[in-house]
């Protein structure tokens, strides 16, 4: 049981770390932080304008680990979406095409945003608007669980999941609101890495494929010529045989 469970955090400790510190920031919000101190964590992760001109990295890291409600939800969905994009790609390529979706989405979601409020259509309360949580994260998982994933059944759990959030996540998307823009927009990175770390996987695979065959008639070869040498080292018949 104990080796059992070794395995699997070796193979899986994205997700695994990925649900442990979310799991960690919503006890301490839940349980050590006082309201008026939950509202602070918030302001100061949220990933909006006045936020990301000051401490871009720092405040898209922590808002995907900060959330103002549905925490347990949001962590079954991380587990739908995280575990097959990793049993899919491998840790590291999936820290990739989630990272590239959460800053995709932010970026383009708050680029806009600025435009807008440059133009006079948006006030300048948008610079401060609250913006938290892993929903980017969250949204590239699941489009790239169901598009790559193995396995029917984790791909239809991944859909299910995806279809049941899909009112909320583009709502005010036709308004151009900032959540819904920055969810269609993690949806197509994750769809779109996911899409590259696939066909570079193939096209690694199929050259592996000439090498190894290269490799096999080489090993022929060797086990030909070895034979060879064999049967002429084995002494010929004696006159009397003859």
């Not at 006890?27 to 909006?48: E, I, K, Y």
């Not at 309360?125 to 396995?151: E, F, K, M, N, Q």
């Not at 034979?227 to 009397?240: C, F, M, N, W």
Request: hydrophobic fraction near 55%.
């Amino acid at each position: 049981m104990t080796g059992m469970m070794g395995g699997f955090i070796r193979r899986y400790p994205m997700p695994l770390t990925f649900l442990g510190l979310f799991a960690a920031m919503w006890l301490v919000q839940a349980v050590l932080l006082p309201p008026a101190a939950q509202r602070a964590v918030v302001a100061w992760t949220s990933t909006n304008l006045a936020n990301l001109a000051v401490d871009p990295v720092g405040t898209m890291v922590a808002s995907a680990f900060v959330a103002e409600g549905s925490q347990g939800a949001l962590l079954v969905v991380a587990v739908l979406g995280l575990f097959p994009v990793v049993r899919r790609f491998g840790n590291a390529r999936a820290v990739v095409l989630v990272a590239v979706s959460h800053v995709a989405g932010t970026l383009i979601s708050q680029g806009i945003a600025f435009v807008r409020l440059e133009a006079g259509l948006l006030s300048d309360s948008v610079r401060t608007i609250s913006d938290v949580g892993p929903s980017y994260v969250l949204c590239a998982a699941l489009v790239a669980a169901i598009l790559y994933g193995r396995g029917r059944i984790r791909r239809l759990l991944a859909f299910g999941a995806w279809v049941s959030l899909l009112p909320f996540l583009f709502d005010g998307l036709l308004s151009l609101e900032v959540a819904a823009v920055g969810h269609l927009v993690a949806m197509l990175s994750g769809a779109l890495v996911g899409g590259v770390l696939l066909l570079r996987e193939r096209r690694r695979v199929a050259g592996a494929t000439p090498v190894a065959d290269v490799i096999e008639a080489a090993e022929a070869k060797a086990a030909h010529a070895v034979q060879e040498v064999q049967d002429s080292l084995k002494p010929g018949p004696t006159p009397s045989e003859a």
